[in-house]
């Protein structure tokens, strides 16, 4: 391949648009046509419009495609990708159901494509400044860490404004919101061996759980909370979806609602990272990850979040689930389990 990529995208609403935004400033890659059921949103969003995807590939002939659909139309439109071998990133959530994120994951190595799912939060510059520090060695060996997710977006009798189909999702928190602080905890501190999880809806107005208690156990021994609802702020749009704590042998590192990392010390918080990030969304962590299919997509190196790997995060997340209605800690597959399942 060379640069810039041809790409396409299908699904040009909320969460469409900020990818959108974000290939505006991706030198290696253009947007060179759009999909949307709303023919007048996909012409207003690339130089080609279309309310058919098939259609659309086959008239444009794209060298990627970019999903960024509700997660019930993903397994469909990877297969049509798939079809055209196209290589493909696809939106988190990866499918409404365990089996469906197995066979989007078996769709993409039979037809041998690329396949990446868009899963930003860790890249998210705050973040990745930490998993820097980590590295470094001076800060010791991870002891416990806690997320907590706050936006208060999720109460009354409309909620979820942006995307209110939120309403209507049986699983809701869990699944769409916090499936990125378990993936952010793989990144910065390995893979997890069990989770204990809480779950409780409290505003009547939806289907799904809107409240999540989730205890997280590393396979190195490390263990970690992540705190959820969206019926609280901590700070007005909080870039980072709320604040973090970070608790190492040596030191202790505290995210701030602003999305700003402190080191704490007994004379008090010191700066560690300014976030003076202006552009994009949540830090610019959406260009950011479509930057980096885009790079590893020239360079022919491995993504990231590629679907094999990030089954392990839905994994995580469908023991989380599990957790909840057993009572109980449940494990975590490995990703030489879920090869056996392939």
Not at 13 to 42: S, T
Not at 235 to 264: C, H, K
Request: hydrophobic share 40%; aromatic share 8%; glycine share 8%.
């Amino acid at each position: 391949m060379t640069s810039p990529l041809r790409g396409a995208i299908v699904g040009c609403g909320f969460f469409g648009q900020l990818h959108l935004e974000g290939w505006r400033r991706i030198p290696e890659a253009r947007i060179v046509a759009a999909c949307d059921l709303d023919l007048i949103k996909a012409q207003q969003s690339a130089p080609d419009g279309f309310d058919n995807l098939e259609r659309m590939l086959d008239h444009v002939k794209p060298d990627f495609l970019d999903i960024a659909t509700r997660p019930e139309h993903h397994l469909p439109m990877l297969r049509i990708a798939a079809e055209r071998k196209l290589a493909v990133i696809c939106q988190k959530p990866m499918a409404p159901t365990w089996a469906e994120s197995l066979e989007m994951v078996r769709v993409a190595a039979n037809a041998r494509i690329p396949f990446m799912i868009h899963e930003n939060w860790r890249w998210q510059p705050w973040y990745r400044v930490l998993a820097a520090e980590i590295a470094k060695g001076s800060l010791g060996q991870p002891v416990t860490y806690t997320f907590r997710t706050r936006k208060r977006d999720g109460v009354g009798p409309e909620p979820y404004g942006l995307q209110p189909y939120f309403r209507s999702m049986p699983r809701l928190l869990l699944f769409e919101t916090l499936v990125h602080h378990i993936d952010t905890a793989r990144f910065l501190f390995g893979d997890l061996l069990s989770v204990f999880a809480r779950l409780r809806r409290v505003n009547p107005h939806i289907k799904g759980e809107d409240q999540v208690l989730l205890i997280a156990s590393h396979r190195s021994g490390l263990a970690g909370v992540i705190d959820g609802n969206r019926s609280l702020d901590l700070a007005p749009d909080s870039p980072p979806l709320g604040d973090a704590f970070f608790e190492f042998e040596n030191a202790a590192i505290r995210l701030a609602p602003n999305g700003d990392l402190l080191r704490v010390t007994p004379a008090g918080d010191l700066l560690l990272w300014k976030n003076d990030v202006t552009s994009g969304y949540r830090g610019d962590s959406v260009r950011a990850t479509s930057q980096h299919f885009v790079r590893s997509l020239l360079a022919g190196t491995p993504f990231e979040t590629g679907g094999l790997d990030y089954l392990v995060t839905v994994a995580a997340v469908e023991a989380a689930y599990h957790s909840n209605s057993s009572g109980a800690a449940e494990q975590v597959p490995t990703l030489d389990d879920l090869k056996k399942q392939l």
